[in-house]
């Protein structure tokens, strides 16, 4: 039995502690993923969302940031811009400081903004548009290349193989695709006096390129290079085979995913690509890629293990900052500290894009050229041109 000053301070340190436990379960860190989760581009949704879902797990494992906990909130931008505004509004009020997202350029452009005006710092894995950066904003940044670094380096790809040879560029109007597109065309143009003999635009959701694959068999281009993404792309090859266009696809970092060569079917074999070099095949790797695809049951193609790294890259900045601030994580990002990821070793330039970039201590280029091609087992995939 107990006398009242004995229950007034039982109760009071049962509130206590009770108030400290509710503290710890609220001292999480709070990171929001934002792509395309449905729609057209859902198969790059699940690659950002499940490469930081999983690098959320290991790092929670593992104590997560500086002893405090990681929840990942998900926002599906269905690969529109509003939509996915919308999202970061929605992740302000759940207290998200740090996004992994979006997918689309399209999207990040704005979602960025509002991001920036909530002191939200975002890392995109996968939008390429230069825009994005050269807009020098403290709290946007990037672990995959840009457009003009990839187009110039498609453009150096198609002169070695089809040098003075008739070309046909094609995009699908988007931020990324015209964007890929023109950057490829500029570097054609200017460096090797190439000029394509077709330049189109197709609207994102066509489906019937009967027209178009007309232009381009009346045109003679041996090469059709696309600039979008594997919806449009595959289909766009498979109607040229089907109208006898024997000339080979050529398309970007927008048709990494086995999708495209599920719409595209037996022709998608011999397509040409050009993409950063694939962090799975790197040996360091093996254990991580291996979880994916026991545990998940998901190959970790394509942006997954980009996503993966941007998670990587907040915990080691935060814990270097010792500060979960995010404009204190974004000023040691722009301080040009070395990241380690599954990616490589990376740092960050003032504008937010990777300034240096090497795997082993080796540099490595942004991008190289890959061919769909059959794998041991006769699955079309992408595999790196030797």
Not at 218 to 237: K, Q
Request: one cysteine or more; a positive charge; aromatic letters at 8%.
């Amino acid at each position: 039995m107990t006398n009242g000053k004995s229950t007034i301070w039982l109760a009071g340190g049962i509130l206590a502690a009770a108030l400290a436990l509710t503290s710890a379960a609220q001292a999480q860190v709070k990171i929001g993923v934002l792509g395309p989760v449905t729609g057209p581009n859902a198969a790059f949704g699940a690659q950002l969302k499940n490469g930081a879902e999983q690098a959320i797990a290991d790092i929670n494992a593992a104590g997560g940031i500086m002893g405090q906990k990681i929840q990942m909130i998900l926002g599906d931008d269905a690969s529109k811009p509003e939509q996915g505004v919308s999202n970061v509004n929605k992740f302000v009020g759940d207290g998200v400081k740090f996004i992994v997202g979006a997918f689309n350029s399209s999207v990040t452009m704005p979602s960025s903004d509002t991001a920036r005006e909530n002191n939200i710092l975002m890392i995109t894995p996968a939008s390429t548009n230069p825009k994005i950066t050269e807009r020098k904003m403290w709290n946007t940044f990037r672990v995959c290349g840009r457009d003009d670094q990839q187009g110039g380096a498609a453009a150096d790809i198609i002169n070695k193989l089809y040098k003075g040879q008739k070309i046909a560029i094609i995009h699908d109007k988007t931020t990324y695709g015209k964007g890929l597109a023109d950057e490829t065309r500029k570097k054609l143009r200017r460096a090797y006096k190439m000029r394509p003999v077709l330049y189109e635009g197709i609207n994102v959701g066509e489906k019937d390129f009967s027209a178009l694959v007309s232009k381009i068999k009346r045109s003679g281009a041996v090469l059709v290079y696309w600039g979008g993404l594997h919806t449009e792309g595959g289909l766009l090859l498979r109607q040229l085979r089907e109208q006898g266009v024997k000339a080979p696809l050529m398309g970007g970092d927008g048709i990494t995913d086995d999708e495209f060569s599920a719409i595209a079917g037996p022709a998608a074999e011999g397509t040409l690509m050009t993409f950063s070099p694939d962090p799975r095949t790197n040996p360091a790797n093996k254990a991580i890629v291996e979880k994916f695809r026991k545990e998940q049951n998901f190959e970790p193609q394509a942006y997954t293990l980009y996503s993966y790294a941007a998670v990587q890259i907040i915990k080691q900045a935060a814990e270097q900052a010792k500060s979960l601030d995010p404009k204190k994580v974004a000023a040691t990002m722009h301080s040009g500290m070395k990241f380690k990821t599954v990616l490589g070793d990376l740092s960050f330039d003032k504008k937010g894009d990777v300034s240096q970039y090497s795997i082993g201590g080796k540099t490595k280029d942004r991008y190289v050229l890959y061919r769909w091609s059959k794998d041991p087992n006769g699955k079309i995939t992408y595999l790196e041109a030797q």
